[in-house]
Every structure is written in structure tokens, then in C-alpha cells.
């Protein structure tokens, strides 16, 4: 059984850029969900979508926006890239939309300067 | 408002002693309670979790916690820290569509 996968491992973006990174869910996991996680912090929810809709959203900018496919993969797209958007972006899958454990990726780092 | 608090933002032990990790939370439903483990540069990984029954429940790696409702609390223990037990330690409270975080306890151990 493949776990939560995420692409590209590290990540370095100037500011007023964007940026798309990309999430596998776990085999059977039809829900994903995305979070920040900044330098000596705990991770915030941005998103979570189930069966290719956003049903639940954290107190993140529309600029933060995503997509889930019908293989339940996912995106995470930042539009207009701020220094404070640099932080550890975790991708968790789960089997339905309001159950069952959450899975996390390895995460993906970001730096913009 | 739901939230986590950790209160020990770092904790120092040496190997073989016992460990307790505080946590507790604000949430107006019975919790789902985890305790998530990060090792640096890492994702998370789950060490267990609560949903109801037992109010004891065992993880992997050795660790177990306890939800003590009376106390809004869900401490993680362990009776026997291992060097490779160093990291970043989560609690985390499941609300319907997503997962609250405490700032996390950095354990150090010694040895």
C-alpha cells in the first residue's frame, strides 16, 4: 500500500510568483487536505476537498486555492507570492470527508525570497 | 473556540527516563484526539489517536496517552525514552473537516 506522496520535495520561488504543488492520496482515500506549517509552529488547515469539490477551508486568501482530480490526487496552487507564504506544506488523505485518521506526506518546502 | 494548547515548548530528558507530554483542548463535542510525532524536515506521523472507549489507548513506538475528560487533557507518556524518540511532538484535535494543532513540544534527549 503507496502512502501520501508530494512533488516537488523543495521548492524556491521569488516573491509576486506562483506556485503549484501536487499531492498523492493514499490507496482508497477519496479525501485530501492541505497545510501550512511555518518555522516553530504547528500546521494550519488551508483546504480540504472530497470527491474533486472544496468542502472545508481555514483562514487562508483566496489566493490559495486547488483542485482534486478523479484519481483523488490534489493540488495546491499560491498565487502572488508573499515572503510570509515560506513554510512546510503538508497534503493529508483520509478515507471519507469526516472520518477516519488523517495521513500525511513528507510535505513540501517552500522558500520565497 | 476550538483549540490545542501544549504548554511545554521544549522538553529535555535522558534516555531511559519516563516522559509525559502535556496537552489540552477546547472543543465542544467529544474530541478525536491524535498525538502526531515530526522528525526534522519531515511530515507527520501518526502515534495514536482517540475516538471512544478506553480512555488509555496504546501507539506505536512505545508511547500511549490518556483522555481525561474532567481535565480537558490528553498527555502522551512513555516509560522509557529512547535516543531516536527526539523530535517535534503534535497533539491535534479532529473537528469535522479538519485537524487542530498545538504548537508542538521539541523533545531533547540525552544520553
Known amino acids: 500500500e503507496t502512502g501520501v506522496t508530494q512533488s516537488p520535495t523543495h521548492l524556491i520561488k521569488t516573491r509576486g510568483q506562483q506556485v503549484t504543488l501536487r499531492c498523492s492520496s493514499q490507496s482508497g482515500h477519496n479525501t485530501v487536505s492541505w497545510y501550512q506549517q511555518a518555522l516553530g509552529q504547528g500546521p494550519q488547515f488551508i483546504f480540504q476537498?472530497?470527491?474533486?469539490?472544496?468542502?472545508g477551508r481555514g483562514n487562508f486568501p483566496p489566493r490559495f486555492s486547488g483542485l482534486q482530480f478523479p484519481n483523488y490526487s490534489s493540488e495546491l496552487n499560491v498565487n502572488a507570492l508573499e515572503l510570509d507564504d515560506s513554510a512546510l506544506y503538508l497534503c493529508?488523505?483520509?478515507?471519507?470527508?469526516?472520518?477516519?485518521?488523517?495521513?500525511f506526506g513528507p510535505g513540501t518546502r517552500l522558500l520565497v525570497l | 473556540a476550538q483549540s490545542v494548547t501544549q504548554p511545554d515548548i521544549h522538553i529535555t530528558v535522558s534516555e531511559g527516563a519516563s516522559l509525559e507530554l502535556r496537552c489540552n483542548y477546547s472543543y465542544g463535542a467529544t474530541p478525536y484526539l491524535f498525538w502526531y510525532v515530526q522528525s526534522p524536515g519531515q511530515g507527520l506521523q501518526l502515534l495514536l489517536k482517540?475516538?471512544?472507549?478506553?480512555?488509555l489507548v496504546q501507539g506505536i513506538k512505545g508511547f500511549e496517552a490518556e483522555f481525561k475528560r474532567s481535565q480537558s487533557s490528553f498527555n502522551l507518556r512513555k516509560p522509557s525514552v529512547h535516543w531516536s524518540d527526539a523530535a517535534e511532538y503534535f497533539c491535534?484535535?479532529?473537528?469535522?473537516?479538519?485537524?487542530?494543532f498545538g504548537t508542538g513540544t521539541r523533545l531533547q534527549v540525552f544520553p
Open positions: 482517540y475516538f471512544s472507549g478506553d480512555t
Open positions: 491535534a484535535v479532529g473537528a469535522a473537516d479538519k485537524l487542530i
Open positions: 476537498y472530497y470527491r474533486e469539490e472544496e468542502n
Open positions: 493529508a488523505s483520509r478515507p471519507g470527508a469526516a472520518e477516519g485518521t488523517q495521513y
